[in-house]
């Protein structure tokens, strides 16, 4: 009985194993050709505006809640920026500690007429109604053409919103997700997140070349005013808004990319409960997600992407029907392996991971990467406790959609970004 | 995320991961997870390299020596720290001309002398061919190789040897398995050929062994794969042997492990593969007190096909040899006389593709499967039985194997 469950569950692993090796190939293959391709759309634009870029005013939203820690770093972040024509809308969304004492000490400190180092800088207290209200209440008061949406616990790089307007020049372009990389922090929480980050974003460069990216985190993304016109503004009445209007504007065929050069830190879970939390949150906004706009996946509709609905969002499912089988799969390959004393498979496992760190190390725009490459042998123990913290959340996403449960705002300690903003990025 | 939900996730996660432990544990090494605890100690504490195998001085000035066998015993003395046998086992083959009995005569005839010298006694296998091939069994009967098996023993009475100096001998061993030339003989056979041969030994060496070896598993010509073994009685094989006219009956029994991928289960517990009933009931009907056992493990399997190959680590080995010795010492309680022998040679580069050895060199002296080789050699002599070890290092080149001739 044993020896038929071994070979199915080994079939079940070759399977998905193989299904996932066609994914990460493809990934790591077309991955590259980002570059060529965002470079040629730049020159496209350029040649068609005849080196007249039109100037577009830029509206930085940062919704805050209780993020006293981090706030006036943020804003500092974009005050810092090359880019001039920005407005910052600073919305207090009810905090209960001294984010308001903070943000009136700096804009006192800082600015008499509104404006500093040329950006006008708006605040805005209200009574707590959840992030997506306050992300619409500052939409609904912005003047620029663009909405830039930066979270109160991230800064951005000192040519963040340069490179992002660039992307905005071309007009079939409805919005961008920047590149979020997580705050250093030398916890084994923090190295775990930051190596996920580099994988996770690295990947987002090939949905960018299918033009299937369909996640604008709240982090760090922009879009362009008239969306909200068109769709709506933020649904209110979910925890994962950003998801949600990333997967509507999707729907109705916007054109989306993925802004490599345009970098955010932002503060990872410091603790394994909120790192929970926040993979809960992400998992169960995504299921919701999936469900509300079901008909994409494999849908031929002419306004739906096809790489998006017939390979990026299946295999983000088939992923997390692996997940479901992971504490199986893993355990029998370190199993089979120390009783077989054959590692074959499982060195496998390990260089192919070496091979994307390698890749990614080549592509990525921080010689810092390099540094983690040497991490490598140790990722594998790193993921397996993060499979855990993904399979936690997977099982109660799942009970949460059974019983019809919403998810709670997540809240964590917060320690504040290390980074500051005077780096420029270019693109590798 | 509440705690209850973390700890009840988590109790999940868990059982899975250990439900698929468990799977692999039981599918590839015949394990469950209660006996995990055993297995790590058995990794820990009785693998530990035993400082030695025996209290015995070992066999002197081998070390020097180019007769395979010593050679090899010499190994074991060195891997062991002490005496590991007296008892060697070694194959011959049959002639097909009278010189080629005289050549085969003189060699044999060194060699004893050799082994004779340095105290070791022979257990020699007389292997069913020539350089023609597979002996025909029935053209044996006939008494086809008569002379030359006379012209044989001659020889090697005129080069001196003595009864004692030609040990114990073991014709056609094994001749109940189907790749031998059996075409056109019964089981009945065997025993008019055996007692043949041994009648011949007799004639020049009246106080030599003579011994019988028969496999615990028989087979059909036409269901010849290990896994349709049939444990079934070997009387049928003996009826024409003479009460007394052996010293010995052996039993040949070998653990078998499916092929990577195969679905079928295991035999790695000598009460199957090496029931002592077998041995017994032949050495009652054949009025004789002493069994031996002809068996081994091995660390891997089907080593020339990279996708049926099998690995079994030092601990299933040592539970293998376990019982073994379990096997054994049910016989000697019984009051026969029980002695084994350790088939430990690497075959892993012929058609066999077994590798039943225990290290590849003496630089691999301290690894564990080493050690489960010395658990065992103490093992068997603590219960007071008799060992003796099949290990050439490397084939002799002018003696056909058996797994030259086996299927492909």
């Known amino acids: 009985m044993n020896t038929e469950l071994f070979i199915i569950f080994r079939t079940l692993i070759f399977i998905f194993a193989t299904l996932m090796l066609v994914k990460y190939y493809v990934f790591m293959v077309i991955g590259p050709f980002y570059t060529v391709k965002e470079s040629l759309r730049e020159l496209k634009i350029t040649k068609q505006q005849k080196g007249k870029p039109k100037r577009l005013v830029i509206s930085v939203i940062i919704p805050a809640r209780d993020e006293e820690v981090g706030i006036v770093k943020t804003v500092q972040s974009v005050i810092a920026n090359t880019y001039s024509d920005v407005e910052i809308i600073i919305v207090n969304d009810g905090s209960k500690d001294r984010t308001d004492e903070r943000v009136r000490e700096f804009m006192q400190r800082e600015t008499s007429d509104g404006y500093v180092n040329g950006k006008h800088l708006v605040y805005f207290y209200k009574e707590n109604a959840g992030k997506g209200a306050a992300l619409n209440y500052g939409i609904e008061r912005a003047t620029g053409e663009i909405i830039m949406t930066i979270d109160a616990d991230s800064v951005v790089a000192k040519d963040a919103l340069t490179n992002m307007a660039v992307y905005f020049q071309d007009d079939r372009i409805s919005a961008v997700v920047g590149n979020v990389k997580v705050s250093k922090n030398e916890t084994v929480i923090g190295l775990i997140q930051r190596l996920e980050y580099m994988f996770g974003f690295y990947f987002k460069r090939t949905h960018a070349v299918l033009g299937a990216e369909y996640i604008f985190g709240g982090a760090c993304a922009a879009f362009r005013k008239s969306i909200f016109d068109t769709l709506g503004l933020f649904d209110v009445h979910i925890k994962t808004e950003d998801i949600e209007m990333s997967m509507r504007i999707r729907f109705n065929g916007h054109v989306c990319t993925y802004a490599e050069n345009v970098i955010c830190y932002t503060e990872g879970a410091s603790t394994v409960a909120s790192l929970l939390n926040q993979r809960l949150r992400w998992k169960k906004g995504r299921f919701d997600t999936f469900l509300k706009y079901r008909s994409l996946f494999w849908s031929s509709h002419k306004d739906h992407n096809k790489a998006l609905a017939f390979f990026i969002l299946p295999y983000t499912l088939l992923s997390e029907a692996q997940l479901f089988f992971e504490p199986i799969g893993i355990t029998l390959l370190l199993s089979y392996s120390y009783i077989s004393g054959d590692y074959i498979s499982l060195t496998f496992g390990v260089m192919f991971i070496f091979v994307i760190y390698l890749i990614n190390a080549i592509f990525h725009h921080e010689g810092m990467t390099l540094k983690l490459l040497l991490l490598f042998p140790f990722s594998w123990p790193l993921f397996y406790f993060l499979v855990w913290v993904e399979y936690l959340a997977l099982l109660q996403s799942f009970r949460m959609l059974l019983k019809g449960d919403e998810i709670e705002w997540q809240r964590w300690d917060r320690t504040g970004v290390q980074e500051l903003p005077y780096t420029n990025t270019t693109l590798s | ?408």
């Open chain 2, 1 to 408: 995320m509440k705690k209850r939900h973390i700890i009840c996730y988590s109790a999940i996660f868990l059982a899975l991961s250990l439900f698929s432990f468990n799977i692999t544990l039981s599918a590839l090494a015949n394990r469950n997870i209660g006996t995990l605890a055993s297995m790590l100690t058995a990794k820990a504490a009785s693998l530990p390299s035993p400082s030695v195998c025996t209290n015995e001085n070992r066999i002197d000035n081998l070390s020097d020596i180019t007769t395979a066998g010593l050679r090899e015993l010499n190994q074991y003395q060195n891997i062991c720290g002490s005496f590991v046998a007296n008892h060697m086992m070694l194959l011959t083959s049959m002639p097909n001309s009278t010189k080629n009995a005289i050549e085969l005569a003189d060699s044999m005839a060194a060699t004893l002398k050799t082994y004779s010298e340095y105290g070791v006694s022979p257990i020699v296998m007389v292997e069913p061919v020539t350089s023609w091939g597979l002996v025909d069994f029935s053209e044996y009967e006939s008494g086809f190789y008569d002379d030359w098996i006379s012209a044989y023993f001659k020889e090697l009475k005129l080069q001196g040897l003595t009864d004692s100096q030609m040990g114990t001998w073991v014709p056609f061993p094994e001749a109940n398995l189907p790749y031998w030339n059996t075409a056109n003989t019964t089981a009945s056979d065997f025993g008019v050929i055996v007692s043949k041969y041994l009648e011949a030994l007799e004639g020049y060496f009246p106080n030599a062994q003579g011994s019988i070896l028969l496999s615990s598993a028989t087979y059909t010509d036409t269901n010849f794969s290990w896994q349709n073994e049939n444990y079934a009685s070997l009387l049928p094989y003996i009826t024409n042997i003479e009460p007394g006219l052996v010293d010995s009956v052996g039993l040949q029994g070998f653990p078998w492990m499916p092929p990577e991928g195969s679905t079928a289960a295991p035999i790695t517990n000598a009460n199957t593969f090496l029931n002592i009933k077998q041995a017994t009931s032949m050495a009652d009907a054949l009025k004789t007190k002493e069994i031996w056992f002809n068996t081994g493990t091995f660390s891997t399997a089907y080593a020339q096909s990279p996708n049926s190959i099998v690995f079994v680590d030092a601990s299933t080995r040592l539970q293998i040899l376990d019982s073994i010795i379990s096997e054994a010492s049910i016989a000697k309680s019984k009051g026969y006389d029980v002695s084994i022998n350790l088939f430990a040679q690497d075959q892993s580069n012929t058609k066999e593709a077994i590798d039943w050895s225990y290290w590849h060199s003496e630089a691999d002296e301290s690894n564990i499967q080493a050690d489960a080789m010395k658990s065992f050699i103490q093992g068997v002599y603590s219960h007071g039985i008799q060992l003796s070890i099949f290990d050439n290092g490397e084939q002799a080149s002018n003696i056909p194997l058996i797994q030259d001739y086996m299927p492909e």
